[in-house]
């Protein structure tokens, strides 16, 4: 078999699932001015929240009676506030003309039960319906390699990680993070808020290192002195801080 026959025969893709969070926006009512200062107020609670938020605009509860929907000026709308369209949820067929002419694809009516978010809930939290648990969990130890696609996640406490971390792969905690070897993909730590968690990597080559939604990319993080080397993060402010250890 010669080369370009190989070659050939060499998958270009692979189609995988995936459990991304996407925010379904349900609209009550067709009234884009109270929309745009209802998100505004929303914006101005948790401006993190609205940089480019993957979004599915549910207009499948709009009433009839409203009259029909600008879904162009809608889209632009969100857009302005950071939220980016990615499908549309629909039944009345002139939604799903706009929809199809606006090149969306359009999502049936969902018969799931979706959990309403508040962007700007941490500041004023409802009590918990049942015991909360432990704020600080065990730390989690991880001793195999991270292999690219895969995600750990440290709920309550911090990670650590014994072994390579490659390209590709995605280690996240409450707390603070721990690599004893080689650091090549992406590090979130305090990911529910907490400014005081680090990032520890003995060999720093990170794709992107966050903590508490501040972040810095490997384009930024190549450009200091201390790539390759054994560091800590820290945060100050919204600044990420690198220093060798």
């Known amino acids: 078999m010669s ?13 995988k699932g995936s459990m991304l969070a996407i925010t379904v ?13 209802q998100l505004a107020e929303k914006v101005a609670q948790a401006p993190n929240f609205f940089s480019n938020t993957p979004l599915v605009l549910a207009l499948d509860k709009l009433p009839q009676s409203e009259g029909r929907l600008d879904l162009g000026e809608l889209m632009a709308l969100c857009r302005k506030h950071g939220l980016r369209t990615l499908a549309v949820r629909a039944n009345r067929e002139e939604d799903i003309l706009a929809a199809n002419a606006l090149d969306l694809p359009v999502l049936p009516p969902s018969g799931a039960r979706e959990r309403p978010i508040d962007p ?12 909360a648990e432990p704020e600080i969990k065990p730390t989690r130890v991880v001793t195999t ?8 996640y440290a709920q309550g406490g911090d990670l650590v990680v014994l072994a390579p971390v490659s390209a590709g792969a995605e ?25 005081k968690a680090r990032i520890f990597c003995q060999q ?21 002195p201390n790539w390759g080397r054994a560091v800590q993060v820290s945060l100050s402010g919204d600044v990420l801080n690198i220093t060798r250890l």
């Open 3 to 15: 080369q370009a026959d190989l070659l050939a025969q060499d998958p270009v893709f692979q189609l």
């Open 25 to 37: 926006m349900e609209l009550a009512h067709n009234d884009l001015a109270r929309l745009d200062l």
């Open 120 to 131: 700007g809930a941490q500041a004023t939290p409802k009590p918990p319906e049942k015991p």
């Open 145 to 152: 390699p991270v292999r690219g696609g895969q995600q750990i």
């Open 171 to 195: 280690l996240l905690a409450d707390g603070n993070i721990h690599v004893y070897a080689p650091m090549r993909g992406r590090a979130l730590a305090g990911v529910k808020g907490n400014g």
């Open 204 to 224: 720093m080559g990170a794709e992107l290192l966050s903590i508490a939604g501040q972040y810095k990319v490997a384009e930024d993080l190549r450009r200091d």
